[in-house]
Each structure stands twice: as C-alpha cells, then as structure tokens.
C-alpha cells in the first residue's frame, strides 16, 4: 500500500511541469465566491487529490497543515486543511485554487490556474499554469472529504 502511493506521489512529481505544458487554460465562470462548475466537466478524483497536496512541488503543504501524519514539516503560513470541506464548498474550494486573489488580494497563495496580470513569474512557468483542469478537480475533490 505505501509503496504504490509512493510511486503514485512519484508519478505526479514528474508529470506536474508537463502536464501543465501540455494543457491550455478551459474557460470557466465565476458566480459570487466559487466557481461552480467542474474545469473538467467531470468530477476529481480524491486519491490522486490527496497525492497532490502532499506532493511538495504542489506547494500545498510547504503553506498548509493537515491531516497528514506521514508527511513531515507540514507549513504554518496558512490556515489547516483539516475540516477544509466543512468551511467551504467546493465551487469556493475551486476558485481559491484556480486564484486565490480573487477572494483576497493579499494573499501570498499562488494563482494555480491562472496565466494573465502575474508579476514575478518563474520563466518555466511562464504563460503556463502550475496545475491542470484535472489536477485542480482532484484537488477539489479530496479538500471537500477533510470533514475533520
């Protein structure tokens, strides 16, 4: 069991530049503090969800803790994931990952999905998105099931 999630961690690892290479950005809607429909049209899946937020080429828990025993050197900067499904829904869940500026200006939390108006962007990643449609919707999908 550790070892397949480990390769699976791995997987996402090497895929992540890629993937967000590969992919152009899917339109989508904003209606007041979420985006409502899925990027994909389909919805995540929570397993590989899980894997991204630990994966630390994610970002997500180099800011974030939560609960994720295994992981070591969980962030502090920002709020806990644990119980991140029982404070938000998951079309606010979408759109603090597709950009969180959108729902604070200040925050120091990167836009996942966004490529326009940026400033001190990395040349790799420039004109590109740090994560996918479906990586988004994975990502969605697990922080929907942490009901604390």
Not at 28 to 55: F, H, K, M, N
Not at 70 to 96: C, H, I, K, V, Y
Request: glycine share 8%; net charge positive.
């Amino acid at each position: 069991m550790m070892r397949s999630v480990s390769r699976v961690i791995a997987m996402i690892i090497c895929a992540l530049p890629a993937a967000a290479v590969a992919q152009e950005l899917k339109p989508y809607t904003i209606v007041g503090d979420g985006i409502p429909e899925s990027l994909t049209g389909q919805p995540g899946d929570a397993a590989r969800g899980r894997a991204l937020v630990l994966a630390r080429s994610s970002t997500c828990i180099l800011c974030h803790s939560g609960p994720f025993p295994e992981a070591r050197f969980q962030g502090d900067l920002a709020p806990s994931l644990a119980g991140a499904g029982n404070r938000a829904t998951t079309a606010q869940l979408r759109l603090r990952l597709v950009d969180a500026s959108r729902i604070n200006p200040e925050t120091i939390m990167p836009s996942y999905y966004r490529v326009d108006g940026l400033t001190r962007v990395g040349s790799a990643w420039r004109d590109k998105p740090i994560l996918t449609a479906e990586q988004i919707e994975d990502i969605v999908a697990y922080l929907a099931t942490l009901r604390e």
